[in-house]
């Protein structure tokens, strides 16, 4: 059958977000299920067709986006330990798939009306588009604005991100009063792992950061130069940083350390959802 005998077939992908950002679609959630699944990270990344760094990258996001754990580690047993959801990432799961049946209905239906539709339809499905935000930085939080004080040329603002933890941004009046921001505004905070300092003993020390996110080492994976760094935060949030090998091995970074994310209020760029 030739392409101008062929009927239009209309399709469309399921993704869940919050304040506009994607928490994750049909791949995630497939992330999640080989978890559930198979209790371990590797063996899941591997079912699901993923390295072991984007795996974790994934459920960092996730845990992130959704202001608690979705996924935690299970330590002793018989098998050593592993992974698995927590109540919060088994009921999206599942919630997830009740929603995606709904969905592949409705698909079916429309399509079924579509091949009844004038031949002018494959015009108008080409205006349907979808926009998305992409984004290079490794860090980003959802959260809500607390607090904006007010500059004569740089506003400072407050963003209550999950766990009781709190962001301090500096951005100039002008983008801070396009972007609308105010107590109550949800917002987005990024930052680049490149712009975070890892301290491990901050006893005594004054710091001219403003942001000091405390918390634990849960994974350091070392390059060829440089070594990435994810510290658990409270409430199931997590930050990266990026620091040299030579760093990572002088503050004696292992899987439980407690250590603290440091970066100025300048290194943070606000977005807010549509």
Partial sequence: MDKEQQGIVLEGKLWMSVGGENLGGTNRVELLAAIAELGSITGAAKAVGLSYKAAW???????????????????GGK??????????????????????????????????????????????VALFTRFKMRTSARNQFFGTVTQVERGAVNDEVLLDIAGGQQIVAIVTRESSESLGLAPG??????????????????????????????????????????????????????????????????????????????????????????
């Fill in 57 to 75: 990258d994934a459920i960092d996001t996730m845990n992130n986006l959704a202001g608690e754990a979705l996924v935690e580690r299970v330590t």
């Fill in 79 to 124: 098998g050593g330990g592993g992974t698995r959801l927590t109540a919060r990432g088994s009921q999206l799961v599942a919630n997830f798939r009740m929603i995606e049946q709904v969905h592949n209905d409705f698909l079916e239906r429309l399509n079924r009306q579509a091949a009844s539709m004038a031949t002018g339809l494959a015009d108008d």
């Fill in 185 to 274: 505004r949800q917002a987005f905070a990024l930052i680049k792992s490149s712009s975070v300092i890892v301290m491990t003993d901050s006893t005594g020390a004054r710091l001219s950061a403003r942001n000091q996110l405390q918390g634990t080492v849960t994974r350091l994976m070392r390059g060829a130069v440089n070594s990435e760094v994810v510290i658990a935060l409270a409430g199931g949030a997590s930050v990266a940083a990026t620091i040299t090998n030579d760093s990572a091995a002088s503050l004696g970074l292992e899987e439980g350390t407690a250590a603290t994310a440091l970066f100025k209020a300048s290194s943070v760029i606000l977005g807010v959802p549509d």
